[in-house]
C-alpha cells in the first residue's frame, strides 16, 4: 500500500498572533490545509490519505475537509506533541486500520506547503519504491554558516548544502525500526523526519524539490504565499 500523511498537527507560533493554526488559516478562498490535501487526492496510488491534526481542532479539521474535498480516501487522525510524534501517531493509524505489510511505504507531508507539485509527489513515489528513505531538497541559495556564540565555526562547500523540505517518503517498517532505535535525547533534536533514518544509519535517497514548495511558518511567508495565488487566479 502507499500511504499519505498530511501532518497538520502543530500550533503555528511563529505565525503570531492569529486565530487558529496556521495550517486553517484562509488562502484566498480556502484554508492552507485543504489546498495541500487537494494536491495529494490527484495521485490516485495513493491507497488512504492521513490528515493528522492537533486533538482539539479535529471536529473543525472534519468540518473542512467535508466542505471542500469529496475524495473517500482522506481520514483524520489525532497527532502528537511535536512533529515526529504526529508522523508517528499517523504510523499507528496505519497499523490500527491497516496492517503493515512488508513493502508499504508512506509519503509524508507538511500541511503548511500548499505548492507541492504533482511532479514531486510522482518523484516521492518513485524513489521510496526502490529506496528506503527519501529526502526532498533544494540547493542552497545561500552559502550555510555554521556557528555558536557570535563566532563562525565551519563554511561548508555550498554544492555540498541543500535545504531540507518535504515530503520525506519511507518504508513503513524501516520508519518505525528507525525510530524506536533512537534515544529519547536523539528523538528531542530531530527538526525533520528523514534524520530518524539518517541517525539510525540508512540512507537516505535525495528527490528534487522546487522553491515554490517553500513552508509557510512566518506572517512574510503568508503574504508572499497570498501574493502568489492571487497571481494564478
Ligand atoms: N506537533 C506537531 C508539530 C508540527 N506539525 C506539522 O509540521 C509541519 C511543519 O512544522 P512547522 O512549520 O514548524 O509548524 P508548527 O510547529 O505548527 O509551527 P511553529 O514551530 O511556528 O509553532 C506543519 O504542517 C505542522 O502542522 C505536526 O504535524 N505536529
Ligand atoms: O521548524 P520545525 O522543526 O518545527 O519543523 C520542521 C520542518 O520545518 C521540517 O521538518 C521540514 O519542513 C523539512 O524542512
Not at 502543530?10 to 492569529?18: E, P, Y
Not at 506547503?113 to 529506496?131: G, K, M, Y
Not at 555540498?160 to 524501516?174: A, D, L
Not at 535525495?206 to 495565488?229: C, H, M, Q, W
Request: proline share 4%.
Amino acid at each position: 500500500m502507499i500511504y499519505a500523511q498530511i501532518l497538520a498537527g502543530g500550533k503555528g507560533t511563529r505565525m503570531g498572533n492569529v486565530p487558529m493554526p496556521k495550517q486553517f488559516l484562509l488562502l484566498a478562498d480556502k484554508p492552507i490545509l485543504i489546498h495541500t490535501i487537494e494536491k495529494f487526492t490527484l495521485e490516485s496510488r495513493f491507497d488512504a490519505i492521513l490528515v493528522v491534526c492537533p486533538a482539539d481542532w479535529v471536529s473543525h479539521t472534519e468540518d473542512i475537509i467535508k466542505k471542500y474535498i469529496t475524495d473517500e480516501r482522506v481520514h483524520v487522525v489525532i497527532g502528537g506533541a511535536d512533529r515526529n510524534e504526529t508522523l508517528m501517531s499517523g504510523i499507528n493509524y496505519i497499523q490500527d486500520h491497516y496492517g503493515i505489510q512488508d513493502d508499504d511505504v508512506v509519503v509524508t507531508h507538511d500541511a503548511v506547503r500548499p505548492f507541492i507539485t504533482q511532479r514531486i509527489i510522482n518523484d516521492n513515489i518513485v524513489a521510496v519504491l526502490e529506496n528506503k528513505a527519501v529526502d526532498t531538497v533544494v540547493p542552497a541559495i545561500d552559502t550555510i554558516v555554521r556557528g555558536t556564540n557570535d563566532q563562525v565555526t565551519d563554511i561548508p562547500v555550498r554544492s555540498e548544502m541543500y535545504q531540507g523540505q518535504t515530503p520525506q517518503s519511507f518504508h513503513i517498517k524501516t520508519l518505525i525500526d528507525s525510530y524506536n532505535a533512537l534515544s529519547s535525547e536523539q528523538k528531542a533534536s530531530l527538526s525533520d523526519s528523514c534524520k530518524i533514518c539518517s541517525l539510525a544509519g540508512q540512507k537516505v535517497s535525495l528527490v528534487r524539490g522546487e522553491n515554490y514548495n517553500f513552508k509557510i511558518t512566518t506572517p512574510f511567508d503568508l503574504r508572499v504565499a497570498s501574493a502568489l495565488v492571487e497571481k494564478r487566479s
